[in-house]
């Protein structure tokens, strides 16, 4: 074997080895994201669309060097496999560390000052009851829920109002069947979503990225000062 067939080799062995860690680092980011677990649930748009191209460049990487580099064709030199590898590797890394950087930047979420966590029977059973609640339904993995946390902290805290928090993520494992049961009761479709119930029934709801600034523009009502008035009674 020639010295510039051993060096093709080389570039072969790690072009595909770079397409095989990028095809399964994608399904693994894939996996991780829990797409389609809950309603609501979405990633940003450069790494949900990030991911499937990282996905793709994995199988054109592959046909590539096993097939185009054995074609005897001056186009496809070393120098033209290099570039490939070295494109790959940087879409590949900003992607991968971009991802981890967001997915650890969710998990911090975890805690919401200002707020009562409350469990799934709790949740019960405030709606079960006659009095009048605010509650919060989210969970820290939700990009959403995550994205309008620190606009949602700093009101309810300037406004000193007292909010019930249900993390969805206590039972939507466990638990589905329940989860669904309870909150399909008081039409939770979605979350991050905030909930102003009165004896038993949802007066007004509030979701999305615009959850907070709906929920300013309600409590400057008439009906929305007269529902905070009975909660902080």
């Known amino acids: 074997m020639t010295e510039e067939n051993k060096n093709n080799e080389l570039i072969t062995v790690i072009g595909l080895i770079l397409s ?16 389609a677990r809950d309603a609501g649930y979405y990633v940003t748009g450069f790494f949900g669309n990030g991911i499937w191209v990282l996905l793709l460049s994995s199988f054109i990487s592959a046909i590539y060097f096993l097939v185009i580099q054995h074609i005897k064709n001056n186009l496809f030199t070393r120098v033209s496999s290099v570039i490939v590898i070295v494109i790959l590797l940087i879409y590949g890394l900003t992607i991968t560390i ?18 009562t966590s409350i469990t799934l029977e709790k949740l019960e059973q405030i709606i079960d009851t006659e009095d009048q609640s605010l ?7 939700c990009p959403v829920c995550e994205y309008i946390r620190p606009y949602f902290i700093h009101y309810i805290d ?6 019930f928090y249900y993390d969805t993520s206590q039972d939507r494992n466990s638990r589905p069947e329940k989860i669904n049961e309870i909150l399909g ?8 979503m905030t909930l102003c119930i009165e004896n038993g ?15 300013k523009e309600y409590f400057e009502s008439e009906e929305g000062l007269q529902f905070l008035k009975k909660i902080k009674d």
């Open 158 to 163: 300037t406004e000193n109002i007292e909010v």
């Open 185 to 192: 009761s008081i039409n939770v479709e979605s979350i991050p």
């Open 201 to 215: 029934t949802v007066i007004r709801a509030f979701s999305g990225k615009n959850m907070v600034a709906n929920m």
């Open 135 to 141: 509650i919060y339904i989210g969970r820290p993995s």
């Open 98 to 115: 971009g991802w981890f950087h967001s997915y650890n930047e969710l998990k911090k979420g975890s805690s919401f000052p200002n707020t």
């Open 20 to 35: 095989i860690s990028f095809f399964l680092m994608s399904v693994y980011i894939n996996i991780r994201n829990g797409y």
